[in-house]
């Protein structure tokens, strides 16, 4: 039962490129959310998809842009890397059924360096 | 808006020892309140969760009692192990609302 799957989970870029990280879920969850984790600053909500068709901007929208591709899959794309981007990337749903009152699901990250 | 603060860390501790990790929140209405556990390396998991005011949350030894007329949300054990050395997180959810709020993160590290 693989949950939430991120890739990469390792990545290094140089300033000014882009790039795009991939979540898929296969829990039938309709709400993906986004989140980067920095030192002392616990995580902060980038973007989230209350459900298929619908994007939403978080704490943190600023340098990055979300597709919701479809109910599996969410993905975040850099379009010019800068180096305050630096962070660890979580991919996270959220059950709403099944017994569950609105926990998030979270993938293992991925690591981002921006040189 | 809804905000959630939680008490600075690091946190070290002596194995067998007590713990508290304090968690106040802001929010209208009713919200939901967690803690989250993020073991070295990994994703965050849900530790525990409490839903209404006076719910006690409880998991692997750990509780915590929705306290609305405090706001507060605290993380107890009675005695922690090493195994218990992480980050923990305490978080919202707007009853209205799908977004999840997080505090800073407490990480807690326990001594042989």
């Known amino acids: 039962n693989a949950g939430v799957t991120q890739t990469p989970k390792f990545q290094v870029l140089k300033t000014g490129q882009s790039m795009t990280l991939q979540c898929a879920q296969d829990?039938?969850?309709?709400?993906m959310y986004w989140y980067r984790q920095d030192p002392g600053m616990g995580l902060r909500l980038i973007y989230y998809?209350?459900?298929?068709?619908?994007?939403d901007k978080g704490e943190v929208p600023n340098g990055y842009n979300v597709s919701r591709l479809n109910k599996r899959e969410f993905s975040l794309r850099l379009e010019s890397a800068a180096p305050s981007q630096t962070s660890v990337y979580f991919c996270a749903t959220m059950g709403l059924a099944g017994g569950h009152t609105g926990e998030l699901f979270f993938g293992e990250g991925s690591r981002l360096t921006v040189l | 808006g809804n905000s959630v603060t939680q008490m600075e860390g690091p946190v070290t501790l002596s194995e067998e020892a007590f713990l508290t990790i304090n968690c106040t929140y802001t929010a209208t209405g009713y919200p939901s309140l967690f803690w989250y556990v993020q073991y070295p390396g990994e994703g965050l998991q849900l530790l525990l969760k409490?839903?209404?005011?006076?719910d006690k949350g409880s998991n692997k030894g750990f509780e915590a009692t929705y306290r609305k007329e405090t706001t507060s949300f605290h993380l107890e054990k009675g005695s922690v192990q090493v195994s218990d050395s992480a980050v923990y997180f305490c978080a919202l959810r707007d009853s209205s609302a799908s977004k999840i709020i997080f505090g800073s993160g407490t990480r807690l590290s326990i001594r042989p």
């Open positions: 829990m039938n969850h309709n709400s």
């Open positions: 409490a839903t209404k005011a006076d």
């Open positions: 998809s209350a459900s298929e068709g619908t994007t």
